[in-house]
């Protein structure tokens, strides 16, 4: 089953303690990216990976790491996390590069950092 | 610079009545527009996207939307709303594709017995 797979569903942290969600897709899709979702703020991507070894910042980076070695993975990494990183965060991935491909997203990610 | 507005963060309906959600952007240039469904517990599905052509545009689930230009909205509509229809929709518009989207702040959509 095609899919994009994020885990953990739910982690609660302490402030600066390092973190790393996982978000992993089986369609070989190139381009994965990462969002947060607040309330009233809708969703706001984070980074995102154009293929391996090539990502940039979305509209809201700042306090956030990403890596793609592999096609299939694209971890988020919080190196200090702060409560105004308490958010739900999506993963997505899309075949290719275009307006004809649609983003398939992951379950979500609930985070909550005190 | 582009930007989406969802009038109306909640919206209530009776099952079987029209469902009509609203959206319209700001674009410098003609944008491509999408509309994306999020189940409770659940990432976000595409419902339909307006790239070129026909302005009619037809979705899952019995959805469509119109592409508008003249008045800069995308609304969303359904002629019978069913139980199964209550979810949160996010608008979206991007200048280049599908993964360049910039999403509205959300419209949770509630469906009443």
């Known amino acids: 089953e095609a899919q994009v797979t994020q885990n953990p569903r739910y982690l609660i942290t302490v402030t600066g303690k390092k973190l790393t969600v996982t978000c992993s897709q089986n369609m070989n899709h190139e381009y994965m990216s990462w969002y947060r979702q607040d309330p009233g703020l809708g969703l706001r991507q984070i980074y995102y990976?154009?293929?391996?070894?090539?990502?940039d910042k979305g509209d809201v980076p700042e306090g956030y790491k990403v890596s793609r070695k592999e096609k299939r993975n694209f971890p988020l990494i919080l190196e200090s996390p702060s409560p105004n990183q308490t958010s739900l965060y999506f993963c997505?991935?899309?075949?290719?590069?275009?307006?004809?491909?649609?983003?398939?997203f992951g379950s979500g990610t609930q985070l909550s950092v005190l | 610079a582009q930007s989406v507005t969802q009038l109306g963060s909640h919206v209530s309906v009776s099952e079987g009545a029209l469902v009509l959600l609203r959206c319209n952007y700001s674009s410098s240039v003609p944008p491509y527009l999408f509309w994306y469904v999020q189940y409770p517990n659940q990432g976000l599905q595409l419902l339909l996207k307006y790239t070129t052509g026909a302005t009619l545009v037809k979705g899952i689930n019995g959805f469509e939307a119109e592409f508008k230009k003249s008045e800069t909205s995308f609304h969303l509509t359904k002629p019978s709303a069913h139980m199964s229809d209550a979810a949160e929709y996010f608008c979206?518009?991007?200048?280049?594709?599908?993964?360049?989207?910039?999403f509205g702040t959300g419209t949770r959509l509630t469906v009443i017995p």
């Open positions: 997505a991935s899309s075949l290719l590069v275009g307006l004809n491909e649609k983003l398939f």
């Open positions: 979206a518009v991007s200048l280049t594709g599908a993964n360049n989207l910039f």
């Open positions: 990976s154009m293929n391996v070894e090539v990502t």
